[in-house]
């Protein structure tokens, strides 16, 4: 680790309507055992109507690191990530969701991994455990915990819990501000490794809330679903959609069930069949909403 006063890692934090868990990830980013003097912290609230803003205008004053809040009208992910991308005065950008917290040695490992792998332009955490006595909340996580088990190298990892180097995504042209919803991250990882940058993984833990209804973990996949028909649209990358059709979807979740049992021995996790089923009818939806709205098509 360089010993030098110059912020290395930006602390990005792109948020919208996040009040019910914002104070939890501020306080996890405060807490982290890195120098406070080599980190900068970037807030993004976008149009939030709820506390989110107020809260972390309150909470600030806690982290002992430069901060610097931004505040705009529902201009979506893409734009706010790029106002993260355009202000950082650092190295490296590790991006943090409104529903996320950190190991305390995340920061430092995430940094120290890509000052030893200057090939890499993106690389993503690895997903803590987070015990919930909610069955869909519960089911989501153990997917991805299967996923980081498994170290499937050719899925693209998405900005929460990645860090990015600078340079890579800047080379790369930042993200698509045409991106108002889900996909903007993937999109840029695309061009990111296009760019001839490698995309990895590291062993620090980040730890994310998921859906803890059934409904809105539907309305969530269907969110994704029509970001990654733009993603797909605009690379002409259509050659693995059979990943995301229901009976693929069900053969995977058999598949990962067995090794979620591995993992956790427990007997719930043979419901992963069913709750892959209900993710892949929704991203389909979702992704077929989008092929038939003008808006999925960007240039």
């Known amino acids: 680790?360089?010993?030098?006063?110059?912020?290395?890692?930006?602390?990005?934090?792109?948020?919208?309507?996040?009040?019910?868990?914002?104070?939890?990830?501020?306080?996890?980013?405060?807490?982290?055992?890195?120098?406070?003097?080599?980190?900068?912290i970037i807030f993004v609230d976008d149009g939030s109507k709820?506390?989110?803003?107020?809260?972390?205008l309150s909470t600030i004053p806690k982290i002992d690191s430069q901060t610097r809040i931004f505040s705009i009208e529902c201009k979506g992910l893409g734009q706010a990530r790029n106002i993260v991308v355009d202000n950082a005065?650092?190295?490296?950008?590790?991006?943090?969701?409104?529903?996320?917290?950190?190991?305390?040695?995340?920061?430092?490992?995430?940094?120290?991994?890509?000052?030893?792998?200057?090939?890499?332009?993106i690389a993503k955490g690895k997903y803590g455990g987070t015990p919930s006595k909610n069955l869909a909340a519960y089911l989501e996580n153990i997917v991805w915990r299967v996923v980081d088990h498994k170290d499937e190298g050719s899925a693209l990892p998405g900005t929460g819990g990645?860090?990015?180097?600078?340079?890579?995504?800047?080379?790369?042209?930042?993200?698509?501000?045409?991106?108002?919803?889900?996909?903007?991250?993937?999109?840029?990882?695309?061009?990111?490794?296009?760019?001839?940058?490698?995309?990895?993984?590291?062993?620090?833990?980040?730890?994310?809330?998921?859906?803890?209804?059934?409904?809105?973990?539907?309305?969530?996949?269907?969110?994704?679903?029509?970001?990654?028909h733009m993603v797909f649209h605009k690379h002409h990358n259509f050659d693995r959609l059979y990943e995301m059709a229901p009976p693929f979807g069900f053969l995977a979740g058999v598949f990962n069930s067995l090794i979620a049992y591995r993992l956790t021995r427990q007997k719930k996790v043979f419901l992963l069949p069913f709750h892959s089923i209900?993710?892949?009818?929704?991203?389909?939806?979702?992704?077929?909403?989008?092929?038939?709205?003008?808006?999925?098509?960007?240039?």
């Not at 950008?93 to 920061?107: A, E, H, K, N, Y």
């Open 162 to 228: 990645s860090i990015f180097r600078v340079r890579a995504i800047r080379q790369a042209g930042g993200f698509d501000n045409q991106f108002t919803g889900a996909g903007e991250d993937i999109e840029a990882v695309y061009r990111v490794r296009e760019s001839g940058w490698q995309i990895s993984k590291t062993k620090a833990k980040f730890f994310e809330d998921h859906k803890t209804s059934w409904k809105a973990l539907w309305r969530e996949k269907l969110w994704k679903g029509y970001g990654l």
């Open 1 to 40: 680790m360089r010993s030098s006063t110059k912020q290395i890692v930006t602390i990005g934090v792109c948020v919208r309507n996040s009040e019910a868990r914002i104070k939890e990830v501020i306080n996890s980013i405060a807490n982290q055992d890195f120098p406070r003097e080599q980190m900068e």
């Open 278 to 299: 209900f993710v892949k009818t929704a991203l389909c939806i979702g992704f077929i909403k989008s092929h038939l709205n003008s808006y999925g098509h960007p240039k």
């Open 89 to 121: 005065s650092s190295d490296y950008i590790i991006w943090v969701d409104g529903d996320m917290t950190l190991s305390r040695d995340f920061v430092r490992k995430q940094v120290e991994f890509m000052e030893k792998e200057l090939e890499v332009g």
């Open 50 to 56: 709820d506390r989110t803003l107020s809260i972390i």
